[in-house]
């Protein structure tokens, strides 16, 4: 017994000029008692009709330059981004060269004011009267810290794929900064050291920045496919 779906399987290839692989008679006979294969073939000899006067040519074919036409209309969004980007990481790196001068030069001015209190250790000589060599250690200390972010700041201005290494100390030394100027406010009632925190502060900030504008279109990437909502 032949089922729906061979008729109409018989249909299509006779529409497309193929071998049906049924008689003719046997198709004729069950179009004529089967309402389902009768809208389906009028249905399919309908769609066959309009695609026949279809001008592959005309306007809807794709045009030969597709690729072309799309790249155009692409292209200038992505000059605007990649120019947007390219001026933030130079802003960025600026940024950085510029705090990198100002720790260098504050460590200079640091180790220049521990001279007087490192005084002398010569058995032969007296140690000066305003001498303070544990002060002056404390400063050199100091001066090389501020050395070491001057130099940090400095490669990371030139190679901002090293950014997230030196925010991570950077951030570090700037919240324990923080954590004692809030001890020495609260408990002298002041606080000495808003500069480095300062320094510290616009540091982190100018890092972040930085790696946002060198790699944030791989975040945002990431951020959209984590958010990516199933169609």
Request: with cysteine; charged share 15%; hydrophobic share 50%.
């Amino acid at each position: 017994m032949v089922d729906h779906a061979q008729i109409q399987q018989a249909l299509s290839a006779r529409i497309d000029g193929e071998p049906t692989g049924l008689d003719d008679a046997v198709i004729d006979a069950h179009l004529a008692s089967c309402e389902k294969c009768k809208a389906y073939w009028d249905k399919a000899l309908s769609l066959s009709r309009t695609l026949a006067f279809v001008d592959v040519d005309g306007g809807m074919a794709p045009p030969k330059d597709l690729s072309d036409s799309i790249l155009a209309g692409v292209e200038p969004e992505w000059r605007r981004f990649a120019r947007r980007r390219q001026v933030a990481l130079s802003i960025g790196r600026i940024g950085l060269v510029v705090m990198g001068a100002l720790f260098l030069v504050w460590a200079m001015l640091t180790v220049a004011q521990s001279g007087p209190l490192l005084g002398t250790t010569s058995a032969d000589v007296a140690l000066d009267a305003g001498a303070d060599p544990q002060t002056g250690a404390l400063l050199l200390q100091a001066a090389s810290v501020r050395f070491g972010f001057a130099l940090a700041l400095f490669l990371c201005a030139w190679k901002p794929s090293q950014i997230p290494g030196v925010t991570m100390i950077a951030g570090t030394a700037f919240a324990f900064t923080l954590g004692f100027a809030v001890r020495d406010y609260l408990v002298l009632g002041t606080a000495e050291n808003w500069g480095e925190m300062g320094s510290l502060f616009i540091s982190c900030v100018l890092l972040g920045a930085t790696w946002f504008a060198d790699r944030g279109n791989e975040f945002r990437r990431m951020w959209h496919s984590l958010n990516a909502q199933p169609t």
